[in-house]
């Protein structure tokens, strides 16, 4: 069974920093998702992309984001992180990590919670 595990959330002042990490287990060392990515959903909206990216390394940002977070590829096959600096309130939410494969459903981590402060 496909899990993600998502780890790293937390409070943190505005304009500071937090790492985001999500792990899948479950796929076997040889199966590669081919694509990753970060969703968020704040109280009372909807879930949106944050970033994502490819098995080839291409990456997506939200304009939102673009120039304050960063998205790579983990060491390990099927981990992700998300690098988020000069945090604002605003993007205080339940970030989520998901994943997909050409075939196949799209699988989702239970969520990590960012609070942001002012």
């Known amino acids: 069974q496909v899990q993600l595990v998502e780890s790293g959330g937390g409070l943190v002042q505005a304009g500071g920093s937090l790492r985001l990490s999500c792990a899948a287990s479950g796929t076997g060392s040889r199966f590669s998702f081919s694509a990753m990515g970060w969703y968020r959903q704040a109280p009372g909206k909807e879930r949106e992309l944050v970033a994502s990216i490819t098995r080839a390394g291409i990456v997506t940002y939200a304009d939102f984001v673009k120039g304050r977070f960063t998205i790579s590829r983990g060491n390990t096959v099927n981990t992700v992180h998300l690098q988020m600096n000069s945090l604002k309130p605003e993007d205080t939410a339940v970030y989520y990590c998901?994943?997909?494969?050409?075939?196949?459903?799209?699988?989702w981590g239970r969520g990590t919670q960012v609070t942001v402060s002012s």
């Open positions: 998901d994943a997909l494969s050409v075939v196949g459903p799209q699988y």
